[in-house]
């Protein structure tokens, strides 16, 4: 418990003997290669080698490095004149933005020029940085990434950082106070760019790819197949991946590439430039998902043959549309047969995440969408306490129940006064007119009913005068005159373009009553009472000795009225001889 830290170290040599095949530096991408993009941005002092040779991707050539290039100032590694009072530095831009894991040193052609202790720092700052002449960059602060470390001549250092550092783009060596150092390795994982969006090459190293393992790569490194750009003759370390000869028809060889990311394939693309004779016959790719770094130890993992075997040409770019837009992948195998070179190998298509992505924003926007809609849709004034909207609520329910009850008990009345209307089978529909003419007919069918009740003995009196008259007449008189007044009433009716039966009221949903309440059991009164004499009027049954005296004097009122009903003609009855009748016989 009693280190902190500060007192950790904060690297170790990945490789103490310099001849281990494979260390835990292995498979990172040298983020400071020429190849990859990089440049030196500005040195403190290029005496007797250039600082471009740090980030040269072929090894340094010691038989150039002699007495005589040294006094020319010709040496392949950068090398600053002596007694410096304090350091020399260099500043490079990384061929990407990553994540730093190691460095390679490299002073081997260097015996009695190299440097005596070196450090390197990093920063992220806007690509086109300017350096001034102290190797600062206006605002940006340079962060630690490796401490001063004594470096011995003509070797090489692997040095392995415990733990990775944040995104750079930008490292300065310092030397410490003056000397040489032939090739400087940064060695890290690309940093995905964020803001790349549509079909990209997910094979590119600047994607973030790696080559996990191939089957032979004697005469070129598997790692070129993934640089940018093309291959040139300027620089024969990085032309492409190369196997030996295999002497046999049957032989294959291959190279497994890690996508930057998962993605969807739609094109693949192989580049044999400057592989002319050197070219494999044919090739083949394969492709595979797995969430493993190397999918050989997958045993899930399953290969799919997306580029059957195809002819190439040598110094030819072959590209070969796939489409694979329902099936992601994240690893793909290069298949040549039997052997030859491939200078490069490109995989477009479309990151996983960025398909997701969009539909997550889109789903975003929609529910953004939504809400802005839903809000501005809700009322300006609201109660403000969960009390009022409580009591508001429960009023409201009140009022809707009480309207309710009321629609409820006026459609049942409504109802019952329909019910009454319907005193006939008649199909003729009625209209306002006519539903006006019954209106009336019930009103004064009450009055006159009224009227009879109060005047029932003048009634009677009259009727009993009148019948010794009908009486002198024979029963074939009766009859002529019953139906002369029969004709007399179809002709007040066909002027007064009334039917000969009571109209059937239109079925339809009654309005509201807009008038005093006291209206309702106005109707209520005479409904039943009309509907009795209605019936009376109707009904082909003989009708009692009221009804044939009301009927009589009908007679003799209605031939004045304009709202006269006609009924059903009705059979007379006779009439026993009153008392005075037989007194004047």
């Not at 075997?309 to 992601?328: A, C, F, M, Q, Y």
């Amino acid at each position: 418990m009693g280190n902190t830290q500060s007192n950790l170290p904060t690297y170790y040599n990945a490789d103490p003997t310099n001849d281990a095949y494979a260390h835990s530096l292995t498979g990172y991408v040298d983020l400071a290669s020429e190849a990859l993009g990089a440049k030196v941005v500005r040195a403190s002092n290029e005496r007797f080698g250039a600082a471009s040779n740090l980030i040269k991707a072929q090894e340094p050539q010691l038989a150039q490095n002699t007495k005589c290039s040294a006094a020319k100032g010709e040496l392949d590694a950068w090398v600053t004149r002596r007694h410096n009072p304090e350091t020399d530095w260099a500043v490079i831009r990384l061929g990407s933005i990553g994540s730093v894991a190691g460095f390679n040193i490299d002073t081997r052609g260097l015996d009695g020029e190299h440097a005596s202790q070196v450090s390197i720092q990093g920063c992220l700052a806007p690509e086109n940085s300017a350096v001034d002449s102290r190797g600062d960059i206006e605002d940006v602060n340079w962060e630690e990434l490796l401490p001063a470390i004594e470096i011995a001549p003509n070797s090489k250092h692997t040095l392995a950082l415990w733990t990775p550092t944040a995104a750079v783009n930008f490292v300065r060596i310092t030397l410490h106070p003056d000397g040489g150092v032939a090739r400087l390795r940064i060695l890290g994982t690309v940093a995905v760019n964020p803001e790349a969006v549509g079909e990209t090459d997910l094979a590119s190293v600047n994607a973030g790819a790696c080559v996990i393992m191939a089957s032979d790569e004697k005469l070129g490194a598997k790692e070129n197949l993934i640089l940018p750009g093309r291959a040139t003759a300027d620089s024969p370390e990085t032309l492409g991946w190369k196997t030996r000869r295999s002497r046999s028809d049957d032989h294959t060889d291959w190279a497994i590439v890690q996508l930057g990311e998962p993605g969807f394939l739609t094109r693949i693309e192989l580049d044999t430039g400057l592989y002319d004779g050197d070219q494999p016959a044919a090739a083949s790719v394969q492709a595979c998902y797995t969430e493993m770094a190397n999918p050989e130890r997958d045993p899930q993992c399953f290969w799919y043959q997306i580029v059957p075997r195809t002819e190439l040409n040598g110094s030819k770019v072959h590209k070969i549309d796939v489409s694979l837009n329902d099936v992601p992948f994240s690893h793909i195998k290069l298949v040549v047969h039997p052997d030859g070179g491939v200078s490069r190998l490109r995989a477009y298509g479309q990151r996983v995440k960025e398909i997701e992505e969009e539909a997550a924003r889109e789903e975003a926007e929609a529910a953004a969408e939504a809400a802005l809609a839903a809000e501005i849709g809700l009322e300006s004034e609201t109660p403000s306490t969960a009390s009022e909207n409580e009591e508001a609520t429960e009023e409201a329910t009140g009022e809707a129940a009480e309207e309710a009850a009321e629609d409820q008990q006026q459609a049942k009345v409504v109802a019952e006064e329909v019910i009454v209307v319907e005193i006939t089978e008649s199909e003729t529909a009625a209209d306002e007119t006519a539903a006006d003419i019954v209106t009336a007919a019930f009103i004064e069918a009450e009055a006159i009913s009224s009227a009879a009740e109060s005047t029932t003995k003048s009634l009677i009196d009259v009727t009993v005068t009148e019948v010794p008259v009908v009486a002198e007449t024979s029963s074939n008189n009766q009859e002529a005159i019953i139906s002369s007044k029969k004709a007399d009433r179809v002709d007040k009716a066909d002027k007064q373009d009334v039917p000969s039966t009571p109209p059937r009221k239109k079925q339809n949903k009654p309005r509201k009553n807009s008038g005093s309440e006291s209206e309702v059991p106005a109707k209520d009164q005479f409904s039943s009472r009309a509907g009795e004499l209605i019936q009376s009027l109707t009904s082909p049954m003989p009708i009692r000795k009221r009804a044939n005296t009301r009927s009589r004097v009908e007679e003799d009122t209605d031939e004045g009225s304009t709202n006269t009903v006609d009924s059903q003609p009705k059979r007379p009855r006779r009439k026993p001889k009153s008392r005075n009748q037989t007194a004047a016989n």
